[in-house]
Nanobody, 116 residues
């Protein structure tokens, strides 16, 4: 069973930066597309960035040009560099495979709070 541990969140002012990390257990990590999801209070959990096993990345429009997803397969880790943060980016951020396995297993997430 894959375990996911997210870290790197925090409180930052608008315009600031954070780098999130997600370490996954399991030797088959490198074969999966991975993504960062976020869930704001009262809203659904949405995928914001995805990276496939070969390193090709995709983003939703709201974060394009500000967020960069990357992965280090030797460390079973996926990263999310977030620049030019906005209050609308405030959410709990999770990583998981894309698509999410059934049944879904999530880590605890990491809180990102952007103050205006």
């Amino acid at each position: 069973q894959v375990q996911l541990v997210e870290s790197g969140g925090g409180l930052v002012q608008a315009g600031g930066s954070l780098r999130l990390s997600c370490r996954a257990s399991g030797s088959i990590f490198k074969f999966y597309a991975m993504g960062w999801y976020r869930q704001a209070p009262g809203k659904q959990r949405d995928l914001v960035a995805r990276i496939d096993s070969g390193g090709l990345a995709n983003y939703v429009d709201s974060v394009k040009g500000r967020f960069t997803i990357s992965r280090d397969n030797s460390k079973n880790t996926v990263y999310l560099q977030m620049n030019s943060l906005k209050p609308d980016d405030t959410a709990v951020y999770f990583c998981n495979s894309v698509p999410v396995a059934t049944p879904p297993r999530w880590g605890q997430g990491t809180q990102v709070t952007v103050s205006s």
